[in-house]
């Protein structure tokens, strides 16, 4: 039977990191967690779980890089048999519907990899109108807390085990933050939904900001596109107009507009299966 192991690296996500990880569980045969230094109550969290398939890996303050979740994966490999996946799994993360799916076709096409389409949620305008008259409860699940997203990019979540493969865990001069995934897997075509609960509440979203600030001084080269808050750390900045958003339904159907349409072109740009369209699909 293929089982499905999770990868969580998480720092201050204890808002939410009960949600993902219970989430998760109904589909990954276990889950490594490592608390990152948190400085909320992650950890705790995480421990009041008490759930079987769910392992504290470690409570490490180490400087991010990548290469960390190669750490789990080099310490874990032993119990892994050839066709299980791994699953890379942020704290503020939640896969729409089941991964087997995506599995069956990557197997029938012979790929390792499979990747996800990242719709990121934001706080809107109208989140933060609820959230001042004291009408956003953090004890309800975050899908219905928070309803406005558009869609960001595709990044790298499975990949399949082989007794051979490797997940160098250093950095390089051209990997400066280290290698996501092992290198040289062949991508699966499915690509699964993914809903990334980046910006919750303005208590969450300003300890985010500080997070990502110290990583990014740690490594100048992590979270790039926060490079803005070398400037300022402000986290009403996050509030996006919900007219500038989709409203989603829970109901696993996404919207594209022409503009994030455009990203996945470009995104997909010189693959050699380019031309079969796919980031025209909805």
């Known amino acids: 039977m293929t089982r499905i192991y999770g990868l969580c690296l998480v720092r201050n996500e204890g808002d939410v990191i009960a949600q993902t990880l219970l989430h998760a569980s109904r589909f ?4 490594y967690v490592w608390d990152n230094g948190s400085t909320d109550d992650t950890w705790e969290r995480i421990h009041s779980l008490a759930h079987p398939s769910i392992e504290l890996f470690s409570r490490e303050a180490t ?6 979740r190669a750490k789990i994966f080099n310490a874990m490999r032993h119990e892994c048999a050839p066709g299980d996946w791994l699953y890379i799994l942020d704290g503020d993360e939640f896969l729409v519907g089941h991964p087997n799916r995506a599995i069956a076709v990557a197997e029938k096409e012979g790929a390792n990899q499979i990747n996800t389409l990242q719709y990121n949620f934001h706080f ?8 001042k008259t004291g009408k956003d409860d953090r004890k309800l699940p975050i899908a219905e807390r928070r309803r406005y997203y558009r869609f960001a990019n595709i990044e790298q979540r499975f990949f399949r085990f082989d ?7 250093h950095t390089t001069e051209r990997y400066p933050r ?17 809903c990334h609960y980046q910006y919750r509440d303005p208590e969450q979203i300003q300890l985010r900001l500080e997070t990502r600030l110290a990583a990014r001084q740690a490594n100048h080269n992590n979270f790039l596109h926060y490079s ?16 500038d958003l989709h409203h989603y339904n829970n109901d696993g159907q996404f919207k594209f ?26």
């Open 63 to 68: 400087p991010f890089h990548d290469g960390l």
């Open 228 to 243: 803005a808050l070398d400037e300022e750390i402000n986290w009403q900045r996050f509030i996006v107009p919900s007219h």
């Open 124 to 131: 809107s305008d109208r989140d933060w109108e609820q959230y």
């Open 178 to 194: 280290g290698f996501a995934i092992p290198p040289k897997l062949k991508r699966c075509s499915y690509r699964l939904p993914n």
């Open 257 to 282: 507009n022409l503009n994030e349409r455009f990203q996945l072109f470009r995104r997909d740009l010189g693959r050699r299966d380019f031309f079969r369209f796919d980031f025209l699909a909805g």
């Open 28 to 31: 990954c045969h276990r889950i």
């Open 163 to 169: 007794p051979n493969i490797q997940w160098p865990e």
